[in-house]
Each structure stands twice: as structure tokens, then as C-alpha cells.
């Protein structure tokens, strides 16, 4: 029979179990051939075991000194789930925070096109107190004949504007190739939507040592998308934010359709952030506000946006992205909106 590493148990400790009784259950996990998670929760320190479930079940874990419960994690998501960590996860990158009550705030242009625009849009961006600055250097275009974007070239120009502004760096990584290059240049390593189920490339960020921003597939469910964090966790790196980005349907009236409810759906299920991409899914820039602030409302743990000195000319997303000039007023919007919702802009 082929074996299952999956962690098939939750094994939570009682409030007042010492740091000793969490070493003894994980030591006993580890000789039967398993490993163990060790989430330290507020109330209560949850370890989930990982390995075959044989070996875990002859275990005598009830027995154990601290052991107040033993669960099965019957979610096909595990390591993501809430059934493991019941404490939502806070990402930290240079001093910003998303999660648990902090509220990321990415603004950036779609594409690095060239040095003055990602620089002007990020002096605007940073003006208004955005947390974090976004911006393509490799793109997943439709169409083969469009831009492809600067590739190296532009992950250069966007460390410049990071060196600048101090505003960490989030940028889509699409090919194994360029690992190093991105994770090297990147405080946030974006996996698009077209990558979702990549599994290999999902692997490979999930053994870089950075946080991964995973937007959700164009035709994925929110169960697809949970488990795809799940390639990223299982590989040690417990760094991701969900990004919820609108999906494909039958209307036509925007470019793609934000799926509001996969907010709240995704808080109950997993304790990573969940953020939101009014851009892409309106592909319209009127529509950007109105969305943003239904998804600050449904309780999003932060939002991304694009914005370009002049839209009209972009060489990406001309029809969504935020004009410079207009990006105070939408970002007053957004604060008074995070502020009402009890976020604090990390
Ligand atoms: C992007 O954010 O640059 C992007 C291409 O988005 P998505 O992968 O959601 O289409
Ligand atoms: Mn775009």
C-alpha cells in the first residue's frame, strides 16, 4: 500500500503542558518515523503529525503527559488549515505586517516598463503609505506577441525603487529558471494565477525562505487554491498570503468576477492572510474602488492594486490600472474603510 505523508492527527496539548511534554510527544512522533508541526497557538500548542498512519496510531498520544486531545484533520488541506493553527498567521516582511488585524496595502504599476515610470509610480505610491510596492518584471501574457516584460533588467529597476522608497518588493516568479534571480530580488515572491497549479514550481518556492503572495487560479475552487498553499507549507514554507482575484464565469461585464464569498470562506478555513486584487478582477479602473472596498468590508487582510503615471500608454492592464494622479483619493478611501473595519495599515 503506498504510503500517505499526510498529517493525518492534531494532537493538542492542554494549556498548561510545558515546553518539556511538547518535546516528548514530538520525540515519540519522530521515532515512530513521523514528523511533527509544532504550531504554538495563544491558547494552546497544536502539533500535527505527519507520516503513516500506522506507525502514529500505534502511538499511546492520549497517554502522554500533557496531551489534553487527539483529532483526526479531516480537511483534505492540512498544514493551512485552521483545524491546525486556530491563531491566524501575521507575515512580516521588512517591518510590515499582514494578518490578524493588519492590513496589507499593495500599490504598484502592472508592469516595469522602464525606470522613470516604476520610480514616479512608486514615490506616488509610497507618498500615500502603501506597505508594500508590486510591479511585473516577468509577465504571463495571453498573447505571445505582446511585451513579456524586462525580465532581469526590471527586477533591477525595482530594487532601485525599493533602495528608495524602503517599500518591500512583491514580483511574479513564472519559471523555475529564474528562482534565484527573483528570490534574491523579491521580498514577496508572487505566484500568478496562471501558475496556481504549477506543482513543481509551487515546490520550489516553498524552500525558498520567502513569503509567497499565491493568487488563485482563473478556474480554480477555493479548495484547489487551499491546496496549492498546501505545496508551498508542506515544503517548510509557511509564509503565504491567498490572493483572491476574480474567476472566470458566464458575465462579461468585467473582466473577470470577484468571488466576494471566498473571502469569509477562506478565513474559516485556513489562518493564512487572504488579500485581494480589485485590478485584475474588474479590468476596468472604475470598478477598482468599488470592489476594493467590498472586499476591505468582507473582511480582506489586505488588497493590490495597479497604478500607472499614465494609464492610457501602459504596455499592461492599460484599462484597469489607477492613475497616479487619482491614487490619493482612492488610497483616503481605502483607509478610512481599513480604519472602520478595525485594520491597522501595516
Ligand atoms: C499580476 O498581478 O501581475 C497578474 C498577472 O495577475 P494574475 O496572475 O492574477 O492574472
Ligand atoms: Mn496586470
Redesign the pocket.
Given at each position: 500500500m503506498a504510503t500517505v505523508h499526510a498529517p493525518e492527527l492534531l494532537i493538542v496539548m492542554s494549556g498548561t503542558a510545558t515546553p518539556e511534554e511538547v518535546e516528548h510527544v514530538v520525540a515519540r512522533l519522530e521515532e515512530a518515523g513521523a514528523q511533527a508541526h509544532v504550531t504554538p497557538g495563544k491558547q494552546a500548542t497544536v502539533i500535527g503529525a505527519i507520516g503513516e498512519r500506522e506507525q502514529i496510531a500505534a502511538l499511546p498520544l492520549e497517554g502522554y503527559a500533557g496531551v489534553e486531545q487527539v483529532l483526526p484533520i479531516l480537511k483534505p488541506y492540512k498544514l493551512v488549515s485552521r483545524e491546525i493553527s486556530p491563531d491566524p498567521t501575521v507575515i512580516e516582511v521588512r517591518g510590515r505586517r499582514i494578518g490578524d488585524g493588519y492590513f496589507g496595502f499593495i500599490a504598484g504599476p502592472?508592469?516595469v516598463e522602464y525606470r522613470e515610470q516604476t520610480l514616479e509610480t512608486a514615490r506616488a505610491v509610497n507618498a500615500e503609505g502603501v506597505t508594500m510596492l508590486?510591479g511585473?518584471a516577468f509577465?504571463?501574457r495571453t498573447s505571445p506577441y505582446t511585451f513579456q516584460g524586462l525580465g532581469l533588467e526590471g527586477l533591477k529597476i525595482l530594487v532601485e525603487a525599493r533602495e528608495e522608497t524602503g517599500l518591500p518588493l512583491v514580483t511574479?516568479l513564472m519559471d523555475p529558471r529564474h528562482v534565484d534571480a527573483v528570490v534574491d530580488a523579491a521580498d514577496v515572491i508572487?505566484i500568478?494565477?496562471?501558475?496556481m497549479q504549477n506543482f513543481s514550481l509551487l515546490s520550489e518556492v516553498g524552500r525558498a525562505r520567502k513569503p509567497v503572495l499565491l493568487?488563485?487560479g482563473?478556474s480554480a475552487s477555493i479548495e484547489e487554491l487551499l491546496m496549492a498553499a498546501e505545496y508551498v507549507v508542506r515544503e517548510g514554507n509557511s509564509q503565504v498570503i491567498l490572493?483572491e482575484?476574480?474567476i472566470k464565469t458566464f458575465e462579461t461585464a468585467t473582466r473577470f468576477t470577484l468571488d466576494i464569498g471566498a473571502i469569509p470562506v477562506l478565513k474559516q478555513e485556513t489562518h493564512l492572510p487572504v488579500i485581494v486584487?480589485p485590478?485584475?478582477a474588474a479590468g476596468r479602473r472604475d470598478l477598482v474602488l468599488p470592489l476594493a472596498r467590498a472586499a476591505v468590508a468582507a473582511g480582506a487582510d489586505g488588497i493590490?492594486v495597479?497604478v500607472h503615471p499614465e494609464p492610457e500608454h501602459a504596455l499592461c492592464?492599460a484599462a484597469q490600472q489607477i492613475p497616479v494622479r487619482d491614487f490619493p483619493h482612492f488610497a483616503d478611501e481605502i483607509r478610512a474603510l481599513a480604519s472602520l473595519m478595525g485594520r491597522v495599515i501595516g
Amino acid at each position: 500500500m503506498a504510503t500517505v505523508h499526510a498529517p493525518e492527527l492534531l494532537i493538542v496539548m492542554s494549556g498548561t503542558a510545558t515546553p518539556e511534554e511538547v518535546e516528548h510527544v514530538v520525540a515519540r512522533l519522530e521515532e515512530a518515523g513521523a514528523q511533527a508541526h509544532v504550531t504554538p497557538g495563544k491558547q494552546a500548542t497544536v502539533i500535527g503529525a505527519i507520516g503513516e498512519r500506522e506507525q502514529i496510531a500505534a502511538l499511546p498520544l492520549e497517554g502522554y503527559a500533557g496531551v489534553e486531545q487527539v483529532l483526526p484533520i479531516l480537511k483534505p488541506y492540512k498544514l493551512v488549515s485552521r483545524e491546525i493553527s486556530p491563531d491566524p498567521t501575521v507575515i512580516e516582511v521588512r517591518g510590515r505586517r499582514i494578518g490578524d488585524g493588519y492590513f496589507g496595502f499593495i500599490a504598484g504599476p502592472c508592469t516595469v516598463e522602464y525606470r522613470e515610470q516604476t520610480l514616479e509610480t512608486a514615490r506616488a505610491v509610497n507618498a500615500e503609505g502603501v506597505t508594500m510596492l508590486r510591479g511585473g518584471a516577468f509577465k504571463p501574457r495571453t498573447s505571445p506577441y505582446t511585451f513579456q516584460g524586462l525580465g532581469l533588467e526590471g527586477l533591477k529597476i525595482l530594487v532601485e525603487a525599493r533602495e528608495e522608497t524602503g517599500l518591500p518588493l512583491v514580483t511574479e516568479l513564472m519559471d523555475p529558471r529564474h528562482v534565484d534571480a527573483v528570490v534574491d530580488a523579491a521580498d514577496v515572491i508572487q505566484i500568478g494565477a496562471r501558475n496556481m497549479q504549477n506543482f513543481s514550481l509551487l515546490s520550489e518556492v516553498g524552500r525558498a525562505r520567502k513569503p509567497v503572495l499565491l493568487k488563485r487560479g482563473i478556474s480554480a475552487s477555493i479548495e484547489e487554491l487551499l491546496m496549492a498553499a498546501e505545496y508551498v507549507v508542506r515544503e517548510g514554507n509557511s509564509q503565504v498570503i491567498l490572493c483572491e482575484r476574480g474567476i472566470k464565469t458566464f458575465e462579461t461585464a468585467t473582466r473577470f468576477t470577484l468571488d466576494i464569498g471566498a473571502i469569509p470562506v477562506l478565513k474559516q478555513e485556513t489562518h493564512l492572510p487572504v488579500i485581494v486584487d480589485p485590478s485584475h478582477a474588474a479590468g476596468r479602473r472604475d470598478l477598482v474602488l468599488p470592489l476594493a472596498r467590498a472586499a476591505v468590508a468582507a473582511g480582506a487582510d489586505g488588497i493590490i492594486v495597479e497604478v500607472h503615471p499614465e494609464p492610457e500608454h501602459a504596455l499592461c492592464d492599460a484599462a484597469q490600472q489607477i492613475p497616479v494622479r487619482d491614487f490619493p483619493h482612492f488610497a483616503d478611501e481605502i483607509r478610512a474603510l481599513a480604519s472602520l473595519m478595525g485594520r491597522v495599515i501595516g
